[in-house]
């Protein structure tokens, strides 16, 4: 059974840096696509970026110049890079992810159970 469990969110005030991590479990696949997705109470949930094992990513407007997404293809892991942080980037963050392929990283399978980040002014 695959899970992602993700860590890393926390309190900021603006202006300053976190680093989410989530790692996958239960999967054998070394062929993966892992994104990163943020939903804000009363809203969608929100594309932010995503990054498959080959090294290709793709990412939105959110965060553009601010958010940096990565992954540790040993340990099924991606991570996000979050700089100068902002009050509206206020949400939970959830990771995302397929394993045995890396064409589709739009509709994700897996989900993580998110990690709140709070950004104060």
């Known amino acids: 059974q695959v899970q992602l469990v993700e860590s890393g969110g926390g309190s900021v005030q603006s202006g300053g840096s976190l680093t989410l991590s989530c790692v996958a479990s239960?999967?054998?696949?070394?062929?993966?696509?892992m994104g990163w997705f943020r939903q804000i109470p009363g809203k969608g949930r929100e594309n932010i970026a995503s990054?498959?094992?080959?090294?290709?990513?793709s990412g939105g407007d959110i965060g553009k110049d601010r958010f940096i997404i990565s992954a540790e293809n040993a340990k099924k892991a991606v991570i996000l890079t979050m700089n100068d942080l902002k009050p509206e980037d206020t949400a939970r963050y959830y990771c995302?992810?397929?394993?045995?392929?890396?064409?589709?990283?739009?509709?994700?399978?897996?989900w993580g159970q998110g990690t709140q980040v709070t950004v104060s002014s």
């Open positions: 995302a992810a397929n394993f045995g392929e890396t064409e589709n990283c739009m509709t994700f399978k897996y």
């Open positions: 239960g999967t054998t696949d070394s062929a993966f696509c």
């Open positions: 990054i498959d094992s080959d090294g290709s990513y």
